[in-house]
């Protein structure tokens, strides 16, 4: 199973802080991304375009003033190297898929072709199949990935909306070599693309399955061999109550399941999650903590927290004045189901104190200046391959290799991207038409 994930960051400023005292674990966890983790095809042309700007105001320095120029911050532009690790994931992926189904591959396209007389053997070559919304408008991004893989590691691309797969596409089974296990059925779409990987851009929003036919889509894809990114383990990360349990329960969540035991790695992760607080009252053992008393909190204190529901990708967050009237006001008397909903499916989150600086944006053909109003997010990318397996007995940190016992075939970071927006906006992204595309400055 492959994971193409986005750890989205901001750095938390304390009110005591000095100048100078910034530290590694003021950067938390905004939130985990799993499908809605975009624009790792568009960040490296980002660097590129803020790196012509830099060259272009070296050239005209020699015309501006003294107090100009020191206010001028100079630094190196790093580049992302997301453009080109996602998609050498995607190949790792397909090749695993190959090394993986090599006893029967050769079996099933002889038997596809004796049952489809119409197709070639040569023609059933692996594709990475990309699933996408319906009228997707962030195509740029995907392109720009899907090209490198194909220019970078040859492998083919296809993208279809769910529609387009549940009319399409054929599970086929095969029978097992002798000797071999049986192995879930190839997927054929269309009677020609043989899907090694099946990578979702869609399908983490309950908008993604408006039918019957879209939840059947999704069904025989994960019924087939092909390469799930992600899968629905890896998928599970993205959820805010997984989140939640990264800190308030590191000893079984972070350092029993994630990191093998290792008490010392737990804590360095735990420090960079921000306090979150469940909301359903039978999580809490006696004694334990109290939700009630937490939300009463965020009526009194809403630019201190959040509320967050089970849902990836931005423009889900209830904050201020909002957040307020859905605590307050929703009551189990009068409104029980929303009561319900919100302690069951909602969590709190303590807001992050972030820094706000003057900044310029392009927006919609616009330069905006924006004085004191402008916060970024830093999200890294990370790309994990694996068989699912896990063994509780591996040393946590010790690089995991195929065909080693930790059953990982390729762990590794894959860039970054920067979002910038105003700070007065508390939620909203890049295709919301609020946030804009950034890259980070390295500055001594």
């Given at each position: 199973?492959l994971?193409?994930l986005?750890?989205d ?8 802080a ?10 938390k ?7 809605s983790?975009?624009f790792a ?5 980002v660097g590129?375009f803020?790196?012509?700007?830099q060259q272009?105001q070296r050239?005209?320095t020699?015309?501006?003033s003294?107090d100009?120029?020191?206010r001028?911050i ?6 992302s190297?997301s453009g080109v690790d ?10 695993a ?16 072709s004796?049952?489809h007389?119409?197709v070639?053997p040569?023609q059933?070559?692996?594709?990475v ?11 740029g991004d ?5 090209f490198e893989?194909l220019r970078?590691h040859?492998?083919?691309s296809?993208?279809r909306?769910h529609?387009?797969?549940h ?9 097992a070599?002798?000797g ?5 059925p ?14 979702y851009?869609?399908?983490y929003?309950p ?17 087939s061999n ?14 805010k109550k997984?989140?939640q349990?990264?800190?308030s329960d ?7 399941l994630g990191?093998g035991?290792?008490a010392?790695a737990?804590?360095l992760v735990?420090?960079?999650f921000m ?9 809490y053992?006696?004694?334990a903590?109290?939700p ?6 965020a009526?009194?204190a809403?630019?201190?927290y959040?509320?967050?529901p089970q849902?990836e990708g931005?423009g889900n967050?209830i904050?201020?004045?909002?957040m ?12 029980p ?6 302690r069951q499916?909602?969590?709190l989150?303590r807001?992050i ?6 900044g310029?944006?392009?927006?919609h053909?616009?330069?905006h200046?924006l004085?004191?109003n402008l916060?970024?997010?830093?999200g ?11 063994d ?6 010790q ?6 016992s930790?059953?990982?075939y ?13 700070a ?6 890049v295709m919301?038409?609020?946030a804009?595309?950034?890259c ?5």
């Open positions: 199973m994971g193409i986005r750890t960051y901001m750095r938390a400023v304390p009110a005591a000095q100048p100078g005292a910034e530290t590694a674990e003021q950067w966890n905004v939130e985990v991304n799993t499908i983790c975009s095809g568009l960040s490296p042309l590129d803020h790196q012509y700007l272009h050239l005209v020699q015309t501006r003294a100009e120029l020191s001028t100079t630094g190196n532009i790093e580049r190297t996602v998609p050498a994931a995607l190949a790792a992926a397909v090749a898929w190959r090394a993986q189904l090599a006893a029967h591959y050769g079996r099933f396209c002889e038997d596809y004796r049952a007389p119409g070639n040569t059933l070559q692996p594709v199949l990309v699933v996408v919304q319906e009228n997707e408008r962030n195509t995907q392109y720009k990935l899907l893989l970078a040859d492998i083919r296809i993208r909306t529609a387009q797969v009319d399409a596409l054929e599970l086929v089974d095969v029978a070599a002798p071999a296990d049986r192995v879930p190839f997927a054929v779409l269309e009677g020609q693309y043989l899907c090694a990987v099946v990578y851009r869609s399908a929003v908008e993604d399955y408006p039918t019957e036919a879209t939840w059947r889509a999704r069904l025989l894809l994960e019924r092909a390469v799930k990114c992600p899968s629905v383990p890896y998928h599970l990360l993205t959820f997984i989140q349990l990264l800190f590191p000893e079984r969540v972070l350092r029993d990191l035991g290792d010392a737990a804590a735990q420090q960079h306090p979150q607080y469940s909301l359903n009252r039978h999580e053992a006696a004694g903590g109290d009630e008393a937490y939300i009463q909190q009526i009194a809403p630019d201190d959040v509320l967050k849902l931005g967050l904050a201020g004045a909002e307020v009237a859905l605590l307050a006001q929703t009551t189990e008397t009068d409104h189901a929303l009561y319900h909903k919100i499916e909602y969590i989150m807001r104190n972030f820094p706000v600086v003057t310029v944006v392009f927006r053909g616009e330069i200046v004085q004191q916060c970024s997010e830093l890294v990318y990370g790309t994990i391959l694996s068989d699912g397996r896990y509780a007995s591996h040393n946590a940190g690089q995991q290799e195929q065909g080693g930790h059953h990982h390729h762990n590794a970071v894959a860039g970054y991207i920067v979002r910038s927006k105003p007065d906006v508390a939620d909203g992204g919301a038409g609020v804009c595309l950034d980070a400055l390295l500055v001594d």
